[in-house]
């Protein structure tokens, strides 16, 4: 159980456009998903935490109107990368939190790599 | 902030247990101590996590001292799969509270 999935595993556009990543919790329901980023060689850093019918919240330093986050439902959440740059070139992973007896438990997608021209 | 302290990388000897430390004397009483590891190129992946008792399950085993500020995690049986970069997390279990990563352990694991 707990399986996370996203898709695309891997995009590559070119600069100006928008791309669209799609993460699903497969077998459970998640209230509260949430979307990291991890550049080469680096650990991953938090960009957003998605709750379902509300608002994203936002990391300090990640633009909101840039990289946009649906949690329509309570196994989806997207994340839209808008006027895609180079610099935004990057492995984005989604999780989703799984409460289970006492405690939380985040749940990995296996990321998207991003690669814009 | 990350607020644990993991050597940068480690090696292990396939066949034999691999034993990954994590400080993390600033703990909470309410902040549970999470272990993830990451495989080159992929998501992380969920192994283990605990409060203050000594947990095992089919991955692995973690033992957190009684103080709660260090923890070891235990690989009884290293195979070359277990090669990843391993995260010692240490997080409230309240809310929407997200898991903060550090720079985690590379651990290798050698024929």
């Known amino acids: 159980g707990a399986v996370v999935s996203q898709h695309p595993s891997w995009v590559i556009c070119k600069s100006g456009t928008s791309v669209k990543i799609e993460c699903r919790s497969l077998?459970?329901?998640?209230?509260?998903m949430f979307w990291y980023r991890q550049f080469p060689k680096q650990s991953l850093m938090l960009m957003a935490t998605?709750?379902?019918?509300?608002?994203?919240?936002?990391e300090q330093g990640v633009e909101k109107d840039k990289f946009l986050i649906n949690h329509a439902s309570l196994t989806l959440s997207t994340l839209t990368v808008t006027s895609a740059h180079p610099e935004d070139s990057s492995f984005y992973i989604c999780?989703?939190?799984?409460?289970?007896?006492?405690?939380?438990?985040?749940?990995f997608g296996p990321g998207t790599r991003l690669t814009v021209l | 902030d990350a607020k644990t302290t993991q050597p940068p990388s480690m090696d292990c000897a396939e066949g034999r247990a691999a034993n990954l430390p994590c400080n993390h004397s600033?703990?909470?009483?309410?902040?549970?101590v999470y272990w993830y590891r990451q495989i080159h190129s992929q998501g992380p992946q969920y192994i283990i996590h605990?409060?203050?008792n000594n947990e095992t399950n089919e991955m692995a085993s973690l033992i957190i001292t009684e103080d709660r500020k260090s923890s070891t995690l235990i690989l009884p049986h290293a195979t070359l799969r277990d090669t990843a970069v391993y995260y010692c997390?240490?997080?409230?279990?309240?809310?929407?509270?997200?898991?903060?990563f550090g720079k985690g352990t590379r651990l290798s694991v050698i024929a």
């Open positions: 600033t703990i909470s009483g309410n902040e549970y």
């Open positions: 997390i240490v997080r409230a279990n309240s809310g929407n509270t997200p898991l903060v």
């Open positions: 998605s709750n379902e019918g509300s608002k994203a919240t936002y």
């Open positions: 077998d459970f329901q998640a209230t509260t």
């Open positions: 999780s989703a939190r799984q409460k289970r007896g006492g405690a939380d438990t985040q749940y």
């Open positions: 605990g409060l203050k």
